[in-house]
């Protein structure tokens, strides 16, 4: 039995090894190609976009995410806003309707559907070149659109993504999303390199209008139709791309049970979208995205529960053997003196060592992605240390809600 | 869309070298661990030849020659590195059999020198002639050798002049197996020999004391010690009050 969980662990952590070294080859292979590649910043011309922003019970923060978008430096006669209440049964309609007689704003109103459905109805009044979704709960920086409508440059992109940063992030739960998105801006960069991006953010990812056309439109996906849209392109040949210093600002949740509920519907998302695609895994004609990529993510929620399940049983033994120390002998407080003889010398502490710097090695360099001023930040140590304890907790209710066919809600 | 398998394969190269090394640095360390252990055992092994040598010639040394020297220190320190080693390695790994069978072999010769001394010299020579001897079995048909390990690792610690022998009940040692029949030590553990005399199943640190009363001795005497100790210090505060 010992044999057996070991070698789970030494295949699992040579797995993730590999992963991150495929990663960082990557990163550096394709940055230095960009670095001697001219670089497009701006958009030669400037193509017609409409955002749509889905809104749904969102009185509070649509007024700041509209703002936003009017502050956009790009030509307004270029640049459409479509607001659609999804039936809010809050003020919402009411506060929207400042906009009413600005000319670059529409607001739609219909019956509640959820999210897709109010992007589906927005895409029938849309005949722009790019169109685009930003959610109610998210700005944007004003120089964010140009950089992605430069990207477009490029016939065959279809669609590109932005760069998710935290808006003002508070308190610990605050920080340790902010070093998470920060760690996301990486491998979106390097999922763009090898042309595997498999999620186009709800906040501002920009599609070519004729995506729409020939593949359809938004499907409901389990509640994350933003991955399930990425996944259809990309089996449908597409290509998507990313943008890393075109920064959304996206407000994040304050409290343990909306960040659970949050990440439960996204990783309960993932699992079932996979299943739905499962024919791209371990496909040589989806590239990168099919070899590496989807089975990576795949395996990442797998080992993640590994390692946490084996943690807690290691908890558990230790503490199960000193309360029956305790029991019999009584508490007893044991000096401490230091001899090398007790260091761990395993093979796991050596490979996790590596691993360790390899992931510090990548939050150093996705943080000057972020264009973030420090290379570390106190997110990044609070991020380090709980993130592994706590992601277990929604992708273990994740898993039991696949294999129980236990839907996940919105909010 | 493409794929680039060369880089699959060099990424497998990395990874491949990163594990070697990390397994070449484990294997390495391990047997610096292994190699601490055999020097300590041969320490021990010179320090008992060495002992037994002057023993040899106790009819021209004293018996108050021999002092809390005269038995070796390290058997403590080596089973515990020996039992951490056989936790991480396995009881089953052929190296720490071999370490284990001459610890065992070192324990036993301890136990004989140090009886020989209590019969010539009395017992209140040496480490006034207080040993434990205790056999256990890790092939999980003892419930209580978990528990009366914690007991006997206290009274260890609590009384360093207390010789605890510790052995493996089913190891394949023929000293081992003499020593059991000579004792006559059943197959019902855990087992404590004291004093000549069998005890079987859990026993409390209470129990022991009962089993070898010299440690409530010594309890009184620590006692008595720090009561002195305490009033020497009250009396010296007094006087250097003005």
Known sequence: MHLISESITYVILFVAL??????????????????????????????????????????????????????????????????????????TWKVIQRFSKNKQIKLLRKENGGKYTALNYALEFIDSDLVGCLDADSLVHPEALKRIVAKFEDSEMMAV??????????????????AEYIFGIFLRKVFSYLNALYITPGPFSIFRRSVFREIGGYKHAHNTEDMEIAMRMQKNNMKIGNVHNAFIYTIAPTNLITLYKQRL????????????????FFRPQYGNLGMVILPAAGFSVLSTMYFFGSMVFSWINSLVLTIKEI?????????????FFYVNTDIIVFVSFIAIVGTLLIIVTSRGLAEEKNIFGVDSVLFLMFYTLLAPIWMTKAIYNVVFSQKTKWR | MEISWKKYAYTFLITAVIFITAIYLSNYFSQKKINEIKNIESRIAVDILASETQFSLLSELSCRDIGS????????????????????????????????KYYSLLQIKDFLLMQKIKERCGSNQANNGLSIMYFYSNEGDCADCEKEGFVLTKLRSDYPELRVYSFDYNLDLSALQTLVSVYNIENKLPAILINDKVYYGFKSIDDMKVALPFLVELDKQKAKAEAEAEALKAKQATSSTP
């Open chain 1, 161 to 178: 993504t932005p760069s998710v940063k935290i808006f003002e992030p508070k308190g610990i739960l605050g920080l340790i999303q902010k």
């Open chain 1, 18 to 91: 590999y992963i991150e070294v495929f990663f960082l080859i990557t990163y550096f292979e394709f940055r230095d190609k960009e670095n001697k590649t001219e670089k497009i910043i701006l958009p030669v011309k400037y193509p017609s976009v409409s955002i749509i922003v889905p809104v749904w019970n969102e009185e509070t923060t649509v007024l700041k995410t509209i703002f936003s978008l009017l502050k956009l430096n790009y030509p307004k006669d270029k640049l459409s806003i479509y607001i659609v209440d999804d039936g809010s049964i809050d003020n």
């Open chain 1, 265 to 280: 519907r996204w990783v309960y998302g993932f699992i079932k979208n996979a299943i739905d695609y499962r024919g791209m």
């Open chain 1, 327 to 339: 029991s019999t002998v009584g508490l007893s407080f044991k000096g401490f003196s230091f001899d």
């Open chain 2, 69 to 100: 020297s005269f038995l070796s220190k390290e058997l403590a320190t080596l089973g515990d590195k020996l039992a951490y080693t056989e936790q991480n390695r396995g009881s089953d790994d052929a190296e720490v059999l071999n370490l284990k």
